[in-house]
């Protein structure tokens, strides 16, 4: 089971500078994701909500599995993988530009097996999507709402965390 973690409040300090070191590596050329996801064509399209899309599509990304590890200068050094993953494309430009940010902060703050890893981003041309580990078999969210079972908050607790 996976886990996103969602920001209780957007109103936080701005972002710590080593978050926006880490932001520099994870970021994505657009050209890329465009490519990957055909200019985000309906084929590839899984889902959506309020302010975004999301698709499925085949990436090269950063192998994470060994950045911990790693001493690097430069961006291009670092290993990458082809993976598959879900792109989430922000369309409210209203909201969307700080759900973007504090989505970015969160995740790159956060690493629990449980929570889904934010792989990448790309901010060009007001286009604003991020790109995360591909969950196979549907969010919690997807697992609740497809089983008949109703779970008190302790069993919740319990099970999930």
């Given amino acids: 089971m996976v886990i996103i973690l969602a920001s209780a409040s957007l109103n936080t300090p701005l972002l710590t ?3 926006i070191l880490q932001m520099d590596i994870l970021k994505i050329p657009l050209s890329e994701i465009i490519q990957a996801t055909e200019n985000f064509a309906s ?3 899984v889902g959506g909500g309020g302010y975004s899309w999301v698709y499925r599509a085949e990436l090269d990304v950063l192998d994470i599995q060994y950045m911990s590890s790693i001493e690097v200068k430069r961006k291009e050094e670092l290993p990458k993988i082809t993976k598959t993953v879900a792109i989430k ?3 409210d430009k209203m909201q969307g ?3 973007f940010l504090k989505e ?3 995740l790159t703050s956060c690493k629990h097996p449980n929570i889904v890893s934010l792989l990448g981003f790309s901010e060009e041309n007001d286009t604003m999507v991020l790109v ?3 969950v196979f078999n549907g ?3 997807d697992y609740f709402k497809s089983t008949r079972t109703s779970l008190t908050w302790g069993q919740k ?4 965390s």
């Fill in 17 to 19: 500078q080593d978050i």
């Fill in 89 to 91: 494309h922000i369309t």
């Fill in 43 to 45: 084929k590839y399209l």
């Fill in 157 to 160: 607790n319990t099970n999930f």
């Fill in 97 to 99: 530009k700080e759900r």
């Fill in 139 to 141: 969010s919690l969210g």
């Fill in 132 to 134: 995360y580990e591909y």
């Fill in 104 to 106: 970015i902060e969160s």
